[in-house]
């Protein structure tokens, strides 16, 4: 359970914005909460310094390392030496006092340090060993992601701390075990730890990768050039190691009569949480967001609410963060409120507020780019066409200028405001994993 008698613990607050004027016989109730973490002093220090902790202070954080071993991993070679060179750098980045392991992946799981169903605990001597023991790291077997994940579980929650994270390298499709078999380990790890999910180079599966990092509440991406593996794996321990708090859950109360009809993260990625939500005492639901360190992410809540007359006013929903209490009770960090209005005044109840139009249009912009990837695979060219036309479109007027980039890959534009496109006849396989790898991530509401 977190520790919250650290002085560096992030303060939370939650912001909701919203039009809460409702036309009569309206029902829908829409807004986005936006929950900043501030004051953990965590991100910075673990760019500036790894290995320094305020004083007085024991780093509550576990990580492990996967990396694909398989016999892929050998072709070409540059990848096995980029993956070596990558989690040795993620070793620097360890801070001391942090407990921490590396499995090498392949149809079955081994430990390559420290071994023997332990944990290392981070100092300049263990950082040394981890990094000799990586020359243990040869390729060849199979893949089976799911003997990865399981075996960091049981590392991971033998260490009596509060953030558990893990990183995994794949370069190979998880052919070695069935789907259900690594969804089955996907659902016996979620909420024990979270975890980033890298493919190296063309030959993975995007919606597997994505998919890990999903149910883990991490991040994925595509590293084509196994060359820029160490700053991508610098760079996820460092976040990794800039987490405070951990189990950080969304509860929403709802009145009697109302009923949630979704929960999504919205930023910095699109990230569906309705179906996972926990009940929490009478109208109230928990939704996971897992660790946090300084930072800041938007939800967008939709409520149906009951009919009610012009004038009336009324408590939507209101918005809690909380984390668990070793006994049993919820601790709550902030929260905000949801209302609801009604009026006769069209001026007021007709309009959107901006960010609730902004992220609608984000998440469209991410269910259109995977389904035009979809049509363009399924060799459905005009559906394809259409659907990537409509991402340009919103990534143009969101200002998405990443997504609009890689978009620009897959498709020439003709005309960005009206979505005209055509299909390029030749895309770059790293290209369209890229495309589709981030198309989640979202542009906050510009100010």
Request: charged share 20%.
């Amino acid at each position: 359970m977190a520790n919250f008698s650290k002085s560096n613990v992030p303060q939370f607050s939650v912001d909701v914005y919203q039009n809460e004027y409702m036309a009569e016989g309206a029902r829908e109730v829409n807004a986005i909460a936006t929950v900043t973490s501030t004051g953990g002093g965590t991100v910075g220090a673990a760019v500036s310094a790894p290995h320094l902790y305020s004083a007085g202070q024991t780093p509550d954080a576990a990580v492990a390392i996967m990396v694909d071993c398989s016999g892929s991993m050998d072709y070409p070679p540059t990848k096995m030496r980029g993956a070596r060179d990558a989690t040795s750098a993620a070793i620097d980045a360890v801070r001391d006092g942090v407990h921490f392991a590396v499995i090498g992946g392949t149809h079955v799981a081994k430990e390559i340090y420290p071994g023997n169903g332990r944990l290392a605990v981070a100092d300049a001597q263990t950082r040394g060993q981890a990094k000799q023991a990586l020359r243990k790291l040869s390729a060849g077997g199979g893949t089976a992601i799911g003997t990865w994940l399981r075996l960091a579980d049981r590392l991971l929650s033998s260490a009596d701390v509060s953030i558990r994270h893990g990183i995994v390298l794949t370069d190979g499709r998880n052919e070695h075990e069935s789907p259900e078999d690594l969804h089955a380990s996907l659902d016996a790890c979620a909420g024990r730890f979270t975890c980033d999910a890298r493919g190296v180079g063309t030959d993975w599966e995007v919606k597997e990768v994505t998919g890990i990092a999903s149910a883990l509440l991490g991040t994925a991406d595509i590293v084509a050039d196994p060359a820029a593996l160490s700053a991508d794996f610098t760079r996820m321990m460092e976040t990794a190691m800039g987490k405070e708090v951990a189990d950080v859950s969304l509860r929403v109360w709802t009145p009697m009569g109302a009923e949630i009809k979704f929960v999504k993260q919205v930023a910095p990625t699109v990230e569906e949480l309705t179906g996972r939500r926990t009940e929490a005492g009478p109208r109230a639901g928990d939704y996971p967001t897992g660790s946090w360190g300084d930072e800041s992410r938007d939800y967008h809540i939709c409520v149906e609410v009951p009919n009610a007359e012009l004038g009336q006013e009324m408590l939507a929903a209101r918005v809690s963060l909380i984390v668990p209490q070793p006994d049993g009770s919820a601790q709550t960090l902030s929260q905000g409120l949801v209302r609801a209005v009604w009026t006769d005044d069209m001026s007021a109840s007709t309009s959107i507020n901006p960010q609730v139009a902004h992220y609608t249009g984000q998440a469209e912009l991410a269910q259109v780019i995977q389904q035009g990837l979809d049509a363009r695979k399924s060799g459905d060219m005009d559906g394809a066409t259409a659907k990537l036309g409509r991402a340009v479109q919103l990534a143009s007027a969101s200002g998405n200028e990443d997504t609009a980039k890689l978009l620009s890959k897959v498709v020439d534009v003709v005309d960005a405001v009206a979505g005209t496109v055509r299909l390029k006849a030749r895309v770059a396989e790293a290209d369209e994993m890229t495309l589709e790898t981030r198309s989640t991530k979202t542009v906050r509401v510009k100010k």
